[in-house]
């Protein structure tokens, strides 16, 4: 299930069952997103990123969503492994050269289950 | 080859002392970053450099002074640093003109 912690909203799944990692951004002029993954000691571990003109793209195992129309973003990923636990990040931007900036969602934990 | 090496990995130091946090990076990036990531937050952005030049300081104290000697390399200098800024921080790198930054695994610094 899913439930909100003291700091992050915290998603249990059972090892080999599928997670939907939610993400609502807050710049309507944002065209570039992209996913982080953090396991615990390591920096952020890029994994997939999408632009505006797309809704939908696939990866290895995951696969991101936007929506936006309602500013949305989600990061499915197939098959939950127990090296999928870790703190997942959304990032929004614009592509203007010499942006270099990324804004950070707040993140979500992932606790994977055996 | 998407490495970022940063040295230390942990460091402890005291208000009164002064350290160096180094990062380096081959992959060509010319934009290289320091963030500081406080436990359960995301990576709060502190410097950008892009061609060696320091293009963004998101109003950091003075207490954090920045380097990059060459495009491969970026320090970040530490002296009469309070409690309040034992953090992991990280840092990162991309191609100027596209915005993938990659990580490296960061330094845990606790300032006593």
């Known amino acids: 299930g899913e439930s909100v912690g003291l700091h992050l909203p915290t998603l249990s799944v059972q090892e080999g069952d599928n997670s939907i990692i939610n993400c609502a951004y807050s710049?309507?002029?944002?065209?570039?997103f992209i996913w982080y993954k953090q396991e615990s000691g390591k920096g952020p571990q890029f994994i997939i990123d999408i632009r505006s003109n797309m809704d939908k793209r696939q990866g290895q195992r995951v696969t991101v969503l936007l929506n936006k129309t309602v500013k949305h973003l989600s990061l499915q990923i197939a098959a939950t492994q127990p090296g999928d636990s870790a703190v997942y990040f959304c990032?929004?931007?614009?592509?203007?050269?010499?942006?270099?900036?990324?804004?950070f969602g707040k993140g979500n934990q992932v606790v994977v289950i055996p | 080859d998407t490495e970022v090496t940063q040295t230390p990995k942990h460091l402890v130091m005291g208000m009164t002392n002064k350290k160096s946090l180094k990062c380096e990076q081959h992959?060509?990036?010319?934009?290289m970053y320091w963030y500081k990531q406080k436990a359960k937050k995301p990576p709060e952005l502190m410097f950008v450099y892009s061609y060696e030049k320091l293009s963004i300081n998101e109003s950091v104290p003075s207490r954090f002074s920045p380097e990059c000697p060459n495009s491969s390399l970026l320090n970040l200098h530490l002296h009469a640093l309070q409690p309040e800024d034992s953090a992991l921080y990280l840092c990162?790198?991309?191609?100027?003109?596209?915005?993938?930054?990659?990580f490296g695994a960061g330094t845990r610094l606790s300032v006593l």
């Open positions: 990032a929004e931007t614009r592509l203007t050269y010499g942006n270099n900036r990324l804004a």
């Open positions: 710049n309507s002029a944002s065209d570039y």
């Open positions: 990162a790198s991309s191609h100027v003109a596209k915005n993938i930054q990659y």
């Open positions: 992959m060509g990036h010319r934009a």
